[in-house]
């Protein structure tokens, strides 16, 4: 997808996005956020759209929210504002592609529901993985194209509508798989109806040193 069409497809769902797919994906959503609360230190989220998320993060953790919508941010600043979310300390605009952030950053890395809907998905993994510490862990919640069977077949079908429902339904999970830095540690399967998965991966420690 182009960047300018997704900034276009947002701003058409910013005042309804909690109402519609903010429902369907509230399941991954808390079982990523609850996972990330069992860490420490610095989180940052990649996509963070209307700010759904922020109000479940533990206040032991210091959390950074991106995206690339400035329609979807503003929901996520007054959400900030009117729940005092003191441990969100940064809310930008900004292109997952170029983070501007300096290497070995965050302890945790979270992309929710993105990189079907970004350009140069494997660019931006890349990029999660630079500003990720050695150690830290990489989270992504996502729908994955099916191999085979009526969904798959569906799948297909809508794929040439990217650009106008403001998401792939066919993105292939080995797009997200082949960054040399990053080891997989383990796949969940998400409501609803395991529509969705979540991916850890974790930054070898040697990463650093060998680039």
Not at 28 to 33: A, E, L, T, Y
Not at 116 to 133: D, Q, T
Request: charged fraction near 25%; include cysteine.
């Amino acid at each position: 997808m182009e960047l300018a069409a997704v900034k276009t497809s947002y701003k058409y769902w910013a005042p309804v996005y909690d109402y519609t797919f903010g429902l369907i994906t509230r399941a991954g959503r808390r079982r990523v956020v609850d996972y990330v609360n069992t860490r420490q230190g610095r989180v940052l989220e990649i996509g963070v759209g209307t700010g759904l998320s922020l109000h479940r993060y533990k206040g032991h953790l210091d959390v950074t929210g991106i995206d690339v919508s400035p329609d979807m941010l503003d929901k996520a600043r007054q959400k900030v504002a009117e729940k005092g979310l003191t441990h969100v300390t940064r809310i930008s605009e900004m292109d997952a592609r170029t983070l501007a952030f300096p290497d070995d950053h965050f302890d945790t890395v979270v992309a929710m529901y993105l990189v079907s809907v970004v350009p140069e998905p494997e660019r931006v993994l890349a990029e999660m993985a630079r500003v990720c510490k050695p150690g830290g862990e990489v989270l992504i919640v996502n729908h994955f194209a099916r191999q085979k069977g009526f969904l798959a077949t569906v799948e297909r079908l809508f794929a040439p509508l990217a650009n106008i429902i403001g998401w792939h339904s066919d993105f292939e999970m080995e797009r997200v798989l082949g960054e040399r830095s990053l080891e997989m540690v383990g796949t969940q399967s998400v409501d609803p109806i395991g529509l969705f998965t979540f991916l850890r991966q974790r930054k070898r420690e040697a990463a650093s040193k060998a680039a």
